[in-house]
């Protein structure tokens, strides 16, 4: 194993702040990419970098009490599209979670996206990256995405008043014009939904 690519990794990682997600090829300038592969899988044994999932890799935040963090999935999945140029949209229980109307983290979370599908494992967690079409990606606003997400997820019949309410309090920080733009891809029902958040004040 050559040390220089090690180190030369390590110096780059930490050029930038900690957490931020890394791939195996973005080190290609510094070496093969077997020997960036080895030095990583080094740097993990030796405790100096985190292996987010297969050919992830970050320096973590380290908490005062629980020591060091892994990066939160939704932004670990985010770069994973950055570097694709794809986009992804949070489903089901994970999206409720992401707008505050549940506490727990499923085991399993799947994202819509127009890229190639594959599976993920970060740490206990399975990450499903499922193809869809375009017009379901095709929403611009992040909050606006998660409600719809959501509401799909409840079900006309079960959302309750508390949730309509904490849903158009939230998305009253969207960009209205992507707001606008996205209730056009939502059925009736969660349209009327995420209009009545034009249409109140914040």
Sequence with gaps: MNNSVENKILAKMKQNRRGKIFFTDDFEQLGTYESCRKALEHLVKRDEVMRVSRGIYTIPQVNEFIGKVTPPIDEIIRAIMKKDNANIVPTGSFAKNLLGLSTQVPMKIVYLTEGRPRKLKIGNTTVILKTTSTRTTAIKGKLSALA?????????????????????NTLKNENPKHLEHDAKFAPVWIREILRTALTTDK
Excluded: F, P, R
């Design 148 to 168: 719809i997400q959501a509401l799909k997820s409840i079900g006309k019949d079960n959302v309750t008043n508390e949730e309509i309410e904490k849903i158009v």
